[in-house]
Every structure is written in structure tokens, then in C-alpha cells.
Nanobody, 124 residues
Framework: QVQLVESGGGSVQAGGSLRLSCAASRHTYSINCMGWFRQHAGKEREGVARVYTRSGNTDYADSVKGRFTISHENGKNAWYLQMNSLKPEDTAMYYC?????????????????WGQGTQVTVSS
């Protein structure tokens, strides 16, 4: 079993930045997709960004393109979400996830492992 732990959430004013981090408890060769999802209050969880670690290919939700950047560190089982120009509508619980490429999920990845979530609140 792989456990994921997020950190870096918090409160910020609109236009500000936050960086989320995710660390996996161990390396698994089957994991080649690392991603971030978010869930607004009362809504379904949605994909935000993902990286396919074999190629470095990234995919983003339209709502965050140009503002958010996903990155990962090979060998450290860690990945990050740099969030700039934050808007009040970015307020949500953010979850990191890990899985494998070739599925039908967000960014063609199937995500098997999930973190507990970290809250991001953006005030106007």
C-alpha cells in the first residue's frame, strides 16, 4: 500500500500564490502518473493537473492553465503544484493522487492512491 501526504495548503488573498507538496510513502514502479485534484464544497472532485513521469508530459484543467504548474522529483516520490494568480474560485480541498498511465481517468491516467486533502482558501 502507498500512502500519500499533502502539505502546503492555507489561506491567501486573490492574486497570491501557494505551493502544494505531496509525498508518497514508498516507490512503486507501476506508478507513473502523479496528479492533483480538487473538490469545491458540494461538488464532485475534478482533475486539476497531472504529470506522466516517464515523459514529463503534463495536462491541466482549462480553468488553471497558465496559472498552475505541476512538477515532480524523480527518485524522491514527491510532486508539487505551484499555484499562482489564485482566484476565489480556486477555493477547494486539494488532493494529490498517484496511479498509472493508460486509463480512462483524468489525463488518461487511472489514479489508485489518494491523499487526505489539504484546504486552499482564496479571499477576494
Amino acid at each position: 500500500q502507498v500512502q500519500l501526504v499533502e502539505s502546503g495548503g492555507g489561506s491567501v488573498q486573490a492574486g497570491g500564490s501557494l505551493r502544494l507538496s505531496c509525498a508518497a510513502s514508498r516507490h512503486t514502479y507501476s506508478i507513473n502518473c502523479m496528479g492533483w485534484f480538487r473538490q469545491h464544497a458540494g461538488k464532485e472532485r475534478e482533475g486539476v493537473a497531472r504529470v506522466y513521469t516517464r515523459s514529463g508530459n503534463t495536462d491541466y484543467a482549462d480553468s488553471v492553465k497558465g496559472r498552475f504548474t505541476i512538477s515532480h522529483e524523480n527518485g524522491k516520490n514527491a510532486w508539487y503544484l505551484q499555484m499562482n494568480s489564485l482566484k476565489p474560485e480556486d477555493t477547494a480541498m486539494y488532493y494529490c493522487a498517484a496511479g498509472y498511465y493508460g486509463g480512462i481517468g483524468f489525463g488518461s491516467c487511472n489514479f489508485d492512491y489518494w491523499g487526505q486533502g489539504t484546504q486552499v482558501t482564496v479571499s477576494s
